[in-house]
Every structure is written in structure tokens, then in C-alpha cells.
């Protein structure tokens, strides 16, 4: 009987050591660094700012889905990477959208991402000269990603234009209108590549291939 007194006694004193060391441990690893990296749009405070809710949780149980959560917030970033650094820092790596256009639609306004995801439109001095898209997101993804299987120059054109009569306007750096055919737009830019080419279409500033098997110049 005294022997299993002892025992007990050992145990009971064992375990609640044994509590207190892992209480003081978990205490350690609470979250009060976090680094962020590989971003350059965004500005660490600006993150840092979205992570507020996760200073102070413990680096061990902290979950990703919360981190989530708060990151995609933000439309500029794409997507993140985790590394934890105990007892305390949390490192996180941004990938950010690349915007590709700005999208005018019923007055809104937005940047477009390369996988044509809608961005929340601010005014930043490195996109001011996106090309702007005036007309639907989805006409225009259709149209884009269209436009990627024949490695169309994306680089020269300053404004796409959609309208009612389901068809393209485009309108180049260089003040070139291409008018095209609803239906048959890929052969009338593959068309437009071709003569731009040749000195004696440079004098024309509209290329109109509205009408069926025809090229208007003006």
C-alpha cells in the first residue's frame, strides 16, 4: 500500500512537470517576427498590416488557412509561401499578379491580371501605360487567350475596344486602327502582321476587315 503511495506520488509530480515545461515551451513559440519577401509592389507594411490577426499565435499550431484568409485580401497577390523559424519568426514569400490591362466597363475600373483576374484599380505609376480594355471581361479573356495561340505582339497595341455587334476594335501604339470581323478576327490580325511590314501600308492609318473577305484602307 505504501509502495503504490509512492508511485502515484512520483507520477502525479512527474506529470505535472512534465505540463509545466511544455506550457513554458508553447509560451516561447508565440508569433512576434514576421518577415516578408520577394515582393515588389506591395509594401511590407502594407502585408503586414493584413497579418495583424496572427501576431501572437503559437508558430506550432498556426493554421495556413488563417494566414489565407488574410493575405488574399489583397487582389495584388497571387499566391504565398511559408517558412516558420522558430521560436518565433514567420517568414512569408509574396508572388504578386502581373496586371496586363486596365478594364473600363460600365464606368469601373480595373486592372486585369495575366490569367485575366479582376484587380482593384489604384493608381500606380509603373502601369500607367497598360493598354486599356474597354468592354467585358469575359469577351475580352476569350479574346486574349485567342489572341496567345497565334504569339500575337500584345506590346503594340495601346486599346482593345468591344462592342454590341460582338467585335473587336484595336488600336496600336502607333495610332493604327484595326477594325475586325467579328467571326474571322485571327486571320484579319494575322492579315494586319503581314502589311505592317510593308512600306506601302504604313501611310494608312485604318485597316477595316469588318466586311467579309475585304480590307478597306483609309
Request: charged share 35%; net charge positive; glycine share 0%.
Amino acid at each position: 500500500m505504501k509502495n503504490r503511495l509512492l508511485i502515484s506520488l512520483f507520477l502525479f509530480f512527474l506529470l505535472s512537470t512534465i505540463t509545466f515545461k511544455e506550457k513554458i515551451t508553447i509560451i516561447k513559440f508565440n508569433i512576434n517576427k514576421i518577415i516578408i519577401d520577394n515582393n515588389f509592389l506591395l509594401k511590407d507594411k502594407d502585408i503586414k498590416k493584413l497579418l495583424v490577426p496572427i501576431y501572437n499565435e503559437n508558430l506550432m499550431f498556426i493554421d495556413n488557412k488563417d494566414i489565407e484568409t488574410a493575405l488574399m485580401q489583397n487582389d495584388f497577390i497571387d499566391r504565398f509561401s511559408i517558412k516558420k523559424k522558430y521560436p518565433n519568426t514567420l517568414k512569408i514569400k509574396i508572388f504578386e499578379k502581373k496586371p496586363i490591362a486596365i478594364l473600363v466597363n460600365k464606368k469601373e475600373k480595373f486592372y486585369l491580371s495575366e490569367k485575366i483576374e479582376l484587380i482593384e484599380y489604384e493608381n500606380i505609376k509603373e502601369y500607367q501605360n497598360l493598354p486599356y480594355v474597354f468592354g467585358n471581361k469575359e469577351k475580352f479573356e476569350i479574346f486574349y487567350k485567342n489572341l496567345q495561340k497565334i504569339d500575337f505582339p500584345f506590346n503594340l497595341i495601346k486599346k482593345y475596344t468591344f462592342y454590341e455587334s460582338q467585335r473587336w476594335d484595336l488600336e496600336t501604339i502607333n495610332k493604327k486602327v484595326i477594325k475586325l470581323n467579328s467571326k474571322k478576327y485571327l486571320e484579319n490580325i494575322k492579315n494586319y502582321l503581314k502589311l505592317r511590314e510593308k512600306n506601302s501600308f504604313k501611310k494608312y492609318e485604318v485597316f477595316d476587315y469588318r466586311i467579309d473577305n475585304q480590307l478597306i484602307l483609309k
